[in-house]
């Protein structure tokens, strides 16, 4: 199977690297690329002719190379995106690309560094489109070691609003403070602050795509920031009434 992808950054390497054991592999990326052993890189044309088109872009990119995609596709071809936001991007799939294109909704719940000693064993969801190709590509990633989670591109926001977006937002706020651990540290505050760094990694574009075009996500932000400053009024008043005599 020929697969083309467009997007040759860290994720569409990443991505490249674990297809070109069973497939022939073709990359696009603006900006000039060369590629590693056993991998092509082609004009945006020569890409969307593949049978299969993988989008590793950021979602703020979706609808700009959905309609630079759009001449190049054919009936019977099948587009499939990585965003971690599900509802947007297949909203524009559907709505821009031509009606006989499959479309198909991925989210690898992994990358580069969570991966990096492999994908096997690690998850990745997937939430219909158009057209029937699901269950074949499901099969297929079972293959490959990864669990397969089928689910709605709105159940799929909502959980992530709750783990990944959030989970984001608070490594970026602790990033601000420039925490150094010492040795002075328990075992949970030590991965916490580890898998903070690791998410540092991503670039602040997908932390900004996630937040932004999620539409569950402001709410458990906002729901955050107010429980955290109840808590630390209510530390506050303890305080206040300590010095004051009254505990």
Same mark, same amino acid.
């Given at each position: 199977?020929? &697969?083309?992808?467009?997007?040759?950054?860290?994720?569409?390497? /990443?991505?490249?690297?674990?297809?070109?054991?069973?497939?022939?592999?073709?990359?696009?990326?603006?900006?000039?690329?060369?590629?590693?052993?056993?991998?092509?890189?082609?004009?945006?044309?020569?890409?969307?002719?593949?049978?299969?088109?993988?989008?590793? $872009?950021?979602?703020?990119?979706?609808?700009?190379?959905?309609?630079?995609?759009?001449?190049?596709?054919?009936?019977?071809? +099948?587009?499939?995106?990585?965003?971690?936001?599900?509802?947007?991007?297949?909203?524009?799939?559907?709505?821009?690309?031509?009606?006989?294109?499959?479309?198909?909704?991925?989210?690898?719940?992994?990358?580069?560094?969570?991966?990096?000693?492999?994908?096997?064993?690690?998850?990745?969801?997937?939430?219909?489109?158009?057209?029937?190709?699901?269950?074949?590509?499901?099969?297929?990633?079972?293959?490959?070691?990864?669990?397969? &989670?089928?689910?709605?591109?709105?159940?799929?926001?909502?959980?992530?609003?709750?783990?990944?977006? +959030? /989970?984001?937002?608070?490594?970026?706020?602790?990033?601000?403070?420039?925490?150094?651990?010492?040795? $002075?540290?328990?075992?949970?505050?030590?991965?916490?602050?580890?898998?903070?760094?690791? $998410?540092?990694?991503?670039?602040?574009?997908? /932390?900004?795509?996630?937040?932004?075009?999620?539409?569950?996500?402001?709410?458990?932000?906002?729901? +955050? &920031?107010?429980?955290?400053?109840?808590?630390?009024?209510?530390?506050?008043?303890?305080?206040?009434?300590?010095?004051?005599?009254?505990?």
């Amino acid at each position: 199977m020929r &697969i083309g992808i467009v997007g040759y950054g860290r994720f569409g390497r /990443f991505a490249a690297e674990n297809l070109k054991r069973d497939c022939v592999v073709v990359v696009y990326d603006r900006e000039p690329v060369r590629p590693a052993a056993g991998i092509r890189s082609a004009s945006l044309p020569e890409v969307a002719a593949s049978p299969v088109v993988l989008l590793c $872009v950021p979602i703020s990119e979706i609808e700009s190379i959905c309609r630079q995609l759009k001449p190049s596709l054919r009936r019977g071809q +099948l587009v499939l995106d990585t965003c971690s936001v599900k509802e947007k991007p297949l909203r524009l799939m559907r709505r821009i690309l031509p009606a006989g294109v499959e479309i198909l909704g991925t989210h690898p719940l992994f990358g580069p560094e969570s991966a990096r000693s492999g994908i096997r064993g690690h998850r990745i969801v997937l939430c219909p489109g158009r057209g029937s190709r699901l269950p074949k590509v499901q099969k297929y990633l079972k293959t490959l070691g990864l669990e397969v &989670i089928v689910t709605s591109a709105a159940n799929h926001d909502r959980q992530m609003a709750h783990t990944q977006a +959030l /989970f984001h937002f608070l490594a970026r706020g602790v990033a601000l403070m420039r925490i150094k651990l010492g040795a $002075v540290s328990t075992p949970g505050p030590s991965r916490m602050f580890a898998e903070f760094q690791d $998410v540092q990694q991503d670039s602040f574009q997908l /932390f900004k795509d996630m937040q932004r075009e999620n539409r569950f996500s402001a709410l458990l932000r906002r729901r +955050l &920031i107010a429980n955290l400053v109840r808590i630390d009024q209510e530390l506050s008043r303890d305080e206040v009434r300590k010095m004051k005599g009254e505990v």
